[in-house]
Every structure is written in C-alpha cells, then in structure tokens.
C-alpha cells in the first residue's frame, strides 16, 4: 500500500478537535451503525481529529466478535432489524458478514467435502450418511445434521443403520489402499482443503469449527475407520516415533477420553499408557478387553488412516474424523461391529491411539506430530501454533482446544509459556506477551539503537518470566532481563 | 402530570393505540412495573434528544422502531430501582462487566477496579438532591446496552489510565495528541544530521490544504492507520465493516491524498518536479523540521535555526 508521506502525517496530527467529545451512547450507536446520516458524520469528523476517541472507540470495540450480542433475555428482535433496514447506510458503514462469509466459505468447503466423499464411493450409495449429507445443504441444516448426528450416538437404531451404512462401504476400502502412500497423504481428496478452513476462523467461531469438522466427520469417519490397516507397513514404521510422542503429549496433556460409556473411558486410560510404554500397540490392544478395544478402534480407526500422514493435512481431516467419532463412532462400533473390528486392529502393525476429545484437540495433536511448533520441551505442553499461524491453546482437563486471537493480521511462527506468561512471535518481528495465560495479550517491539526487531521471529525462549531471548531471521538473537521491557540484541 | 401531558406532545400523530403501544406491548415494561405512560414518557425523551423538534410522526416512529427498546426499558427500569430489572440486568451484564473490563484493561486488578467503579456508577451510589443518580440514565436505546457498557468502560479506561500516561503497550507508537514523547527524539536526530536543504514551506500548505478537502471518514481513516498505528483489522472493527473494505478505502485514499498534495503544490507555484521530490525526500529531515517549526512562531530557515535553537539552549542553561 503506498504510504502518505511523514510530513502529511504530522499535519493530520496537528489538527485540532474542533467539536466536543462524542457521549458514550452516540459513540456506541456509531459504532454499531445506529446513527443517522449527518449524525455518523459529525462522529466520523470529531474521530478523525480527537485521538482519545479513536481509543476509546478502538478499546470499546476490540474483539468485538468474540462479544456477539446474546439475546439474553430475548432482546433481539424487530428492533434491531427494523432499524437496518429503515435508516440509509452511511458511507463506509456495510454490515460486516465476517462470521456470516466464514460460514458460508466452510460451508462450501464442506459441501465440496461432502460430495467428493459421495463420490469417491463410485456409486455404492451409502444410504443414510449421504442422505445425510445431502440434505444438509445450508450451514444450519448442516449444524442439525451434525447435532442430530451427535445426539444419535447412543441410540441404537442409528447405529445399526451406520453399521449397515459402514457395511455397505467395505467392499470400497479396497480402493482406498491404492491412495495410500509413504508418509505421505493417504486421506481422501477431500480433507485436503480441510486445513485452511480450520484454523482461519475468526475468533469467535470457535463452536462453529466444531460444528464444521462434525460435518466433515459424518462423511468422512467411515472411511477412515475401515482405512487400510494394511497400510504401508514401512510408512507405519516411519512414524511410530512420532505417533509414540504424538500420543505421550496428548495423554499428558488431556488425560482420560470423555466417553459415554465408563468402561471405555476407563480402558483408554491405560491402553495408550501401554501403547507408549511399549511401542508395541498390537500388545496393547491384544491385553485390553472388548470395551477397550472397540474404543480403541473407534479412535484406531480415525487412527490408522492417520499413521502413514506426516501432513498436516490428511492428518487434520483424520483427527477430524476421530473426533466425533469418538461418541458415534465407538457407540457404534461397540454395539455392531466389536469381533470384526478387534481382528482389523490387531492385524494392523500399529495403532494410533489418539482419541481425542475435540476435533480441535486432535487436529492440534496432529499439528504438533506433524511437525506443528510445539512448545520446547515442556510436558503436556497448552500452546502451539496452527499451520495458517494462528496460535491455539488447550488448557486441558476437560476444557477444549480454542484458537487463541491475538491480532489477526500476523501470521505466528512460534509460541512459549512460562508459568503464565506467554510469548508468540510471528513474521515481521511480530512479539506479543500475554502476562496471564492468554487472556490479554500486549504488543512488545524489542529494539535498540540500530532499530526494531523486523524479521522473522523463529524461536522465543525463556528461563522464566524474566531472562529470554528470541532467535529471529537469520541468527538474529534478541534477548530480555526485565520480561520483555527492554531488550538487547546479541 | 404536566410534564407527562407535555413529553406526550412529542407523539402528536401516534394515537393511543398507535405505535407507542404497539412498541410498548413487544417489550418486558410491564414486567418491570413500567405502565404505558411511563413508557412513553421515556420514549419522548429520548425523540426529544435527537430529534429535531417538529419532527414527522412517521420519522419519530422510524425511529423508535431502530431504537434497542428492551433493552432502554431495562436500563431505565433499574434507574428506577424495580428489583426485577436489576435482577435481570445482573444476571445478564454482570459478569459480562467484568470480563469486558478485562479485555480492555488487560490486567486483573486494574479491570476490576475498573468495573467496580462502573457498577457503581450504574447502580447510582451517588445522589443528587436526594435521587439517586444512575448513569444508566443516559443510556438511550439507540445502540445496544452491551456496547454502551463496553463504551463506558472504554472512556472511564481512558479517561484514568491515559491521563496518567501509563501506556498499556510497550509498542514505541505513543498516542499522537501528546507531542512531548516524541519531540525529544526528532531534536537529538536534528543536531545529528542536518538536512541540506530547508524544506519548502510550501509543501506544508499544501498537505493542509489537501488534508481539509478529504471527507472526515477519510481523515479518520488515517489518523487511525498513521497515528494511532492502528492495524486494518482494528480499524474495520471500530467501523464494523469489513477488513478488506478498509484495505481498500485506504489504498485508493493514500493514493488520491498523494496526488492531491502534488496538485496542490503545483499550484503554489513549485515545479512538477520538486513537488515529486518532496514527497520522497527523507522523511526524518522534513519531519523534524516540520515539527520544530510548527512549534515556534518565527520560521527562519532550518541552519539558522539550529544555531538559534542551540544559543537559546545555552541561555536558558546560563539563566539557571
């Protein structure tokens, strides 16, 4: 964007407020759009030359979308609509669709999901997943089929007709195996657009993630549970390492799956201690009893399409997949299919057994395998960043993985913790500290006599809340004694 | 009474049975002890605020209907103390309160204090010819009750915190109305590294001049980008439009702004050519000539000024 000149900024500086400060109720309606016409100009006029305003204004509307006005007691209404409509819009003031046009962008990117899964099945329509599927063609259809979808996880009649559905598709599975590759994506097609929309939600649309990854699930979670199991044997073994420390962080991190039934929740405990402590998963699941082992395949399942994926990728869409799944699926697999799948599973050189609670969760499991920036060291470890460079937090036990927003303009490349403070710095010499665990989190622009830190920061390290350095560029090392206040560079 | 007849003035043309009760019956007013009359009253004074007086039955209706009228019954039901709507408003505002405190004061004590003190401000801890005094009082309805809060929290923030130069950011953008931060900076650059030429006065007419010609959501545009620092995102919050409408505006407006300056310097008289260069000249030079100019009355060339700005310096320290 071409810049104003320096001496054109100074003169915008030096203009004087001419008309008096905005009262906090017309300040509000002008940032809500409520004002009428000749009003918003005023407001705009004094904006452009009070800055104390423009703060105020900025501090009052600042994450903003995480606040959506919540009908509490049934505000909303006519009210509000009627005065969109009847009053002309002022100049800059279009509605903002953000949480609207992401929406409707995951929407598409599951409809795409959806019907390239319809397709890959070459004409064996699955009867209940795709009438399912295509039903659902708005965001809110899909948001019911995906609640009903969960909600049906226990009951039976569901479950057999998944079975049934599940079934049907084995004679598919075959078709499958020829996608898969070492290391390398064996995932469907259609998960493969599936990373960019996670993590590129705004910050408020974190429930609404959930709801788009359910979708994917409920097409993709059959085919993942019946991949392969002979998958490529070698790729398995290439990553057993990672999936080994994959599954060690998520246990130490989430503990016990939430499951409905408490024998499953019980037996996931232990299996992927004994999956971990052994490297040996066919032990593993051999010595766990049925209930374990059908949970286990419920996440196996999602699993084992997941162990040749170094990708973040396929990765995503798996763990996606095991997400749900991991009420409907093992609800189902439990009451229909436990003896056939035991056999699967063990015949299978590994299992993955994550089972994650969320499909964020899981797809941040998947980041972190997959080579996601993990914090350095630091057991069952809260912070990491997304592929797209948006920082995520999982504050573990029982609560669920969020995108944590910061500012929505920086692509991060790495984040740290330290008791409760939190530094991510991203491109640009972009450092941000948060002094208590990420709720708040405050600019810091390390510099010194030569200038600012503008490149890369790659790599944030800190011995505690005081004395860090970050590695930036090319073997740039700023480092801090004060928490970031001040700042020298190596 | 009177007053009542009088307020009820401001509804000539809406009958009884008109909109007024039409707007009444949607909202929770009886629930909070608020009879047809009260509401109405309320109603007009809020018409009589912002509408001009006189204004068509029609636009008055309009404009009640955009107004948050639940949520105006609700504030004004607590400034008249019902119990029920206190009740109600706790339940809903309370902890939200605190959390958008939070957000914007971005640390645990100095949030709560802040919320506190709106609390009590809301509650109506002080009193005024014995009636209690409550801010929501002020609160009109025409935006929503949850912004309003976040807009009172803001300017209480504000109006401590910054007055008292405590800078939440360790980001070296200072806000723009205080000059003395960075004026220190440009004076240790300016005996560093002299410009070689003054700048043309010319030039700063010219940008004012440009500068004045620009709609104010222009100006406002830029300030917040320029001065203030702000990021694309920010700014299209504090609009509510969308990110990429700002980006947009913004490029086409630093583009026109650019060629403005240049017509306009054209028109003083410089050359096409010089008019070119000054927008690309080093920017530190011009800004801190600029600015140590704006600041005394005398504009004397620059060299000269440095000497002065030093004899100055000198008698001053020999007066002390």
Redo the contacts between chains.
Sequence with gaps: ???????????????KAASAHP?????????????RES?H?QV??H??????C????????????E?V?EP????V????M??AS??PVP????????WA?LRWGAAAACAVVVSAAVLMYRGSEPAGLKRVASDAQTPQDREMVADRLRAQGGSKESASREALDLRERQPQVESLKENSRIGGSFVMPQVATRPPDLPVASPGSKQYLKKSDSMAQASGTATHRDSAYADNDKAKRLDEPRLRERVAAYEAQNGALKNETATGQTENRTVPATVTADGKDQTGVRTADKAAATAVAGGAGAGAGNAPVAAPGPSDAVASAAAPAEQKAQAVLQKTAPAKLNDEVQSSSEQVVVAPKSALASARAENQAAGGLLVRGRQGAEWSVTPVGKIEHSPGAGEPTEIVPI???VEFLTVTAVGTSVWAGGKGGVLYNS??SG???????P?DEKG?LSSDVRQIEFDDNQHGQIVAGKNEVWSTADG??SWKRK | MAEAAQTAGAFEGLPETGPGAAFYARTRASRYGLSLADFEQILASVTGKYLPAGCAAEETRQFCASLHLDELVLARACVAANEKAWEDFLTAYREKLYDMALRIAREQSAARDLADSIYAELYGLSERDGVRVSKLASYTGRGSLEGWLRTVLAQEYVNRYRKNKRFVSLDEATEGDDGEERRSVPELRAREDAPATAPDPRIATATDEALARLPSEERFILAAYYLDRRTLAQIAEMLNVHESTISRKLEKLTKTLRKQIVGHMTQLGMSRRQAEEAMGVDVRDLEIDMRIRLQDSDGSAFPKRKANSTNAEGRKQNDE
Excluded: Y
Excluded at chain 1, 54 to 65: F, I, N, P
Excluded at chain 1, 77 to 80: K, M, Q
Excluded at chain 1, 91 to 98: I, K, S, V, W
Excluded at chain 1, 439 to 445: E, M
């Design positions: 964007m071409p810049d104003i000149p320096k001496f054109a900024v100074d003169r915008l500086r030096d203009r009262e906090a109720d017309v300040l509000n309606a002008f940032s809500e759009n409520a004002l009003e100009a705009f006029a904006l452009s030359e009070c800055a104390e423009r703060d105020v204004l900025a501090l009052a509307t600042q994450g903003k979308e606040q006005l509490d007691l049934a505000f209404g006519r009210d509000v009627v005065a009847a009053r100049m800059l003031a279009q509605p903002r669709f953000r046009t500012d929505p303009n002094p208590d709720a708040r989190w405050i600019r810091v622009v510099q600012r970031g206040k």
